[in-house]
């Protein structure tokens, strides 16, 4: 053999040896805590070799998820997901977390709603998106006895953004709302949509939903004022707040989304993102502060 033959053959066994040596072995999973919880559960996974995950799954959804280290990650059970074991994943191999995680999400939310719990979207804002628009989802609960009668009454909704360390008021509406109402089973099956009929609430300040009389629909409303522009600077989330009084047999959830600027319209390619969404509000004889906020992000 030549000599550089022998010059590359011995570089070809030396990188074979480097590749030998820093091979990562296959991920295991040895615990889950807690093992039951609604969508958006706080999980956390115990095992080895978990260091350079790829993904997690909560059966067919994908999981957002920290790395600790190589014992520990932490990920959030996603929306939609059913009963399942929790696999992780990495170039090395997928394991499994010896029991399923159990979803059990609350009773009172009806079986077809799309959220069940609350959750932030772990892509945050896309680069570029410089406008956010906050927005409502309102239904009726026919399990409740009277359910005709049920309505949310909306006395003012609020969208900041933080900004450089402080908040900055986007919009502040008090008494009027936009909106349509929805296909509800499957969840928003169609962007075909009626007029919202919201009328004067108890109070002349507040807008009334009669959810109760359309409760095959989904009330989806936003705010009453015009989309408006994210200040230039360091942007750390936005937080959405809704003064408003829930009757019997009505809930209610807030979200936000993230848009390219203040004027392009809804169906345009990518314009929109949803920047994610609020637990569920229920009746309340009080009126009560609703609120979703990604400031911060995913809270692992």
């Given at each position: ?114 959220y069940k719990a609350g959750y932030v979207n772990p892509a ?95 009330w989806h409303f936003w705010s009453g004022s015009p989309r ?73």
């Amino acid at each position: 053999m030549r000599i550089r033959e022998l010059h590359i053959a011995a570089g070809l066994v030396l990188a074979g040896v480097a590749i030998q040596c820093t091979a990562q072995s296959a991920p295991t999973v040895a615990r889950i805590a807690p093992t039951r919880g609604p969508e958006g559960t706080r999980v956390e996974i115990a095992g080895d070799n978990l260091q350079n995950l790829r993904t997690v799954r909560v059966g067919a959804e994908s999981a957002p998820f920290k790395v600790i280290n190589d014992e520990q990650v932490v990920a959030i059970v996603p929306h939609r997901a059913a009963t399942a074991k929790v696999e992780v994943s990495t170039v090395s191999g997928v394991a499994t977390s010896p029991f399923a995680f159990a979803v059990s999400n609350d009773p009172r939310v009806p079986e077809e709603v799309a959220y069940k719990a609350g959750y932030v979207n772990p892509a945050g804002r896309p680069e570029g998106f410089r406008a956010a628009m906050l927005w409502g989802i309102a239904i009726a609960d026919t399990r409740v006895a009277g359910y005709q009668d049920a309505k949310v009454e909306i006395a003012e909704t609020r969208l900041a953004c933080r900004v450089d360390g402080k908040e900055v008021v986007l919009n502040d509406d008090r008494g009027g709302i936009r909106g349509g109402l929805y296909r509800r089973n499957p969840w928003f099956g169609t962007e075909a949509h009626e007029a919202m009929p919201w009328d004067r609430g108890e109070e002349n300040h507040a807008a009334a939903m009669p959810v109760g009389t359309r409760p095959e629909k989904v009330w989806h409303f936003w705010s009453g004022s015009p989309r408006e522009e994210i200040p230039e600077g360091r942007f750390e989330g936005c937080t959405v707040r809704a003064r408003v009084r829930i009757f019997p047999g009505a809930l209610l959830q807030m979200g936000m989304d993230y848009w390219k600027d203040t004027k392009i319209g809804y169906g345009v390619g990518g314009n929109n993102r949803e920047a994610g969404v609020s637990n569920w509000y229920f009746a309340s004889p009080e009126w009560q502060e609703v609120e979703f906020t990604d400031v911060g992000g995913v809270k692992f």
